[in-house]
């Protein structure tokens, strides 16, 4: 039987680009937060990122900061996300799993318990967008025994040294940050993308998926074109927030960035 | 020479780097450019010159006869911090980061502010030297210290309002490390406390320990003697562990750092991190990992205090680690009893104290009558309390 960790990089194995949408357990409440990941899911996605809402989350910009105070306000914690993956493993999702949130909640929750009782519920890994490598060895070291992913990101700053770093310890799919700033919609990729994606590869073996301010099919097309995967978080919580049916405008805007990334030949 | 090419990143188990890959970087270049400014002749030369020459260092060590003869106990002095240009022993640290920030490269300043204290310093530095600057402020703060919002901006700096979470310094950090991320490129964050990722701790410490090493030479003068006690405010703590850094390896001093306990520990609405075992634990909240006030879940609490430079939810790392070792102790005054030293201190010795300032003459109002007179106690009164005469003014009957 696989880890959860090779399921991670065996959803880059197919012949598209592999589409990762991001949302926010517990908004805008909890059921319909699975709903919108079950419609996400049904509609082909490859693997899907799970966010774990916090009251102070720096990396994020206006959009998931109002999606994660929503959160909070409905109760969103550690225990009540860890039963959200059980739930939509109960629902038929298949596919991975990760969760996505900042380190303190974790902290708090207990890093040993954390993993453990995540890798029960049926999640296949992490991303903690404030803990890089050098302050991760209680949380990698649980990883490893459980085969978990902790999934580390780069961005255009990073120097040579950092991703070598990360070259080192990355598991699953290492996350690029396409830009200098925090999450949210852009009208443009950053111009320096390409040559980005292609210094971190000169050392980096494993999948690279990109994310931050994509938000429409022709910038999932293009970053298809340089990368294995793509990454979408704002756009959907904006859409589920002004549609009448998130789960139905959620499904439809995901079949809609996965049918402009087939058009892409494998990276 | 062979300087070292990093420093120790953490305090005992505290500090650390808790944060985005895309500040990693820019941590390291931060660090690097410290370090060898630090052993650089013509950096501290500047920075000493415009210490003596601009903000009025040494600054005075004051006998407090009256408040001693009050309190009919310990001699009491203050390390008059309220004496810097721009009022406060925030332009220490804001000058020497901001000539670091023009060695690097850096021509755009952000910083955060609660107070404003650590705003004005950085607007201040930023006109002094040509710089751009962006200062975010909580919107509670912004009607709470509004003076100090017109001393920026008629000091060039842009305020940005943040009416995110609690509306104050914590929200205000959020919005300026967002700023950093998104243009770390060309921007230095200001950092005014010690706290926050390595290698801020250390490096506003450095900057901040001038004001130990003048209360040394000067105490030593007076008394021919070091204190017995040292009290500081703790909100992150700048002003306490630039005062305490100079002392600690003198065992018989003893050190004391008071947090804002509010309305009172058990109401639940205060900002004091070590002295609420139900809420204050270790955890990380910007970057470093130290005691921060959460709840059960990890989520950052909210905080009271009358003053706002200590209305924060995470206190410096290195006083954490002074707390394990038991060098230093940390106790608490309410917003009542701070209202109260303020008032003292205006009618006994003619000095208005910033509101967390007071926090600490509180202390030393409560531990001098159990002291002898021939003990000395040290106050760092580290700012001036214009700011906040509407707070005070509010919550006090003034007689007209």
Redesign the interface.
């Known amino acids: 039987m696989n880890n959860p960790v090779d399921l991670v990089s065996n959803a880059f194995t197919g012949k598209h680009p592999a589409f990762m949408p991001y949302f926010t357990l517990g908004y805008p409440d909890y059921e319909r937060s699975l709903q919108i990941l079950e419609a996400c899911a049904a509609a082909g996605s490859d693997m899907m990122e799970l966010g774990m809402p ?3 989350p ?2 994020d ?1 206006p959009t998931i ?1 109002h999606s994660s105070q929503i959160a ?1 306000q409905n109760g969103m ?2 225990a009540r996300c860890l039963e959200a993956i059980a739930e939509l493993r109960t629902r038929g999702v298949t596919i991975p799993l990760l969760l996505m949130g900042y ?7 207990g890093e040993t318990r954390f993993a453990r009782e995540a890798v029960d519920a049926g999640a296949n890994g992490f991303i903690i ?4 490598p ?2 991760a060895s209680t949380l990698e070291t649980e990883c490893q025994q459980h085969g978990l992913a902790l999934t ?8 040579e040294a ?1 991703i070598k770093l990360v070259a080192k310890k990355a598991s699953g799919f290492v996350y690029l ?1 396409s830009l ?3 999450t949210g919609e852009r009208i443009q990729l950053p111009k320096t993308l390409s040559e980005f994606v292609k210094r971190v590869r000169h050392h980096i073996h494993h999948p690279l998926a990109v994310g931050f301010g994509i938000s429409t099919p022709v910038q999932a097309q293009q970053v298809g074109e340089i990368a294995d995967g793509v990454i979408v978080g704002s756009k959907l919580i904006t859409l589920a927030r002004e549609a009448d049916n998130p789960a139905e405008a959620c499904g439809t805007f995901v079949h809609n960035m996965i049918t402009a990334l087939h058009s892409n030949e494998k990276a | 020479m062979n300087a070292p090419t990093t420093l120790p990143g953490k305090f005992g188990a505290y500090g650390g780097q808790f944060v985005p890959e895309v500040l990693m970087p820019a941590l390291g270049e931060l660090e690097h450019a410290f370090i060898s400014n630090t052993n650089d002749h013509d950096f501290q030369n500047e920075l000493q010159q415009l210490l003596a020459t601009y903000v009025g260092r040494p600054t005075p060590l004051s006998f407090a006869g009256r408040l001693t003869e009050h309190c009919n106990g310990a001699k009491i002095y203050l390390k008059r911090e309220d004496l810097a240009h721009s009022g406060a022993h925030k332009i220490n640290n804001a000058l020497g980061q901001a000539l670091l920030a023009r060695r690097m490269g850096k021509e755009r300043i952000v910083a955060e502010t609660g107070a404003g204290q650590h705003g004005v310093a950085t607007a201040t530095a930023c006109a002094l030297l040509g710089m751009q600057c962006v200062v975010y402020m909580g919107t509670v703060d912004i009607s709470r210290q509004a003076p100090n919002v017109a001393r920026m901006k008629l000091l060039g700096a842009e305020v940005k309002a943040v009416d995110n979470g609690s509306k104050t310094l914590k929200d205000a950090i959020n919005e300026a490390i967002r700023d950093w991320v998104t243009n770390v490129e060309d921007t230095h964050y200001l950092l005014g406390s010690a706290l926050g990722p390595h290698p801020y701790p250390t490096m506003v410490r450095d900057f901040q320990a001038i004001i130990g090493r003048e209360t040394r030479e000067q105490i030593i003068e007076a008394e021919n003697s070091v204190p017995d006690t040292i009290i500081a405010c703790v909100g992150g703590g700048s002003n306490a562990i630039g005062m305490f850094h100079e002392f600690i390896a003198d065992e018989e001093v003893e050190l004391i750092g008071v947090e804002a306990a509010g309305t009172g520990i058990i109401s639940g609405k205060h900002a004091a991190r070590f002295a609420d075992k139900k809420i204050g634990r270790p955890g990380v909240l910007h970057g470093c990992y130290t005691f921060v006030l959460q709840d059960t879940d990890g989520q950052i609490a909210l905080t009271h205090s009358v003053s706002a430079g200590l209305d924060y939810a995470a206190v410096g790392p290195e006083h954490t680690h002074l707390r394990d070792l038991k060098r230093a102790t940390y106790t608490h005054a309410t917003d009542h009893e701070a209202l109260d030293a303020f008032q003292l201190l205006c009618e006994m010795e003619g000095i208005i104290p910033a509101l967390e300032s007071a926090h600490a003459v509180a202390e030393a109002i409560k531990r001098a009558p159990e002291m002898n007179n021939e003990s000395i106690i040290i106050v760092n009164l580290s700012g001036r309390g214009d700011k906040d005469l509407d707070t005070v003014l509010n919550s006090m009957e003034i007689p007209s």
């Open positions: 916090f009251s102070d720096l990396a910009g900061q909070l914690n550690v380190y303190n909640p974790i902290l708090a929750y967008p404030d803990l890089p050098e302050e580390y990101l780069l961005a255009p700053t990073s120097t950092r940050v200098t700033g925090v």
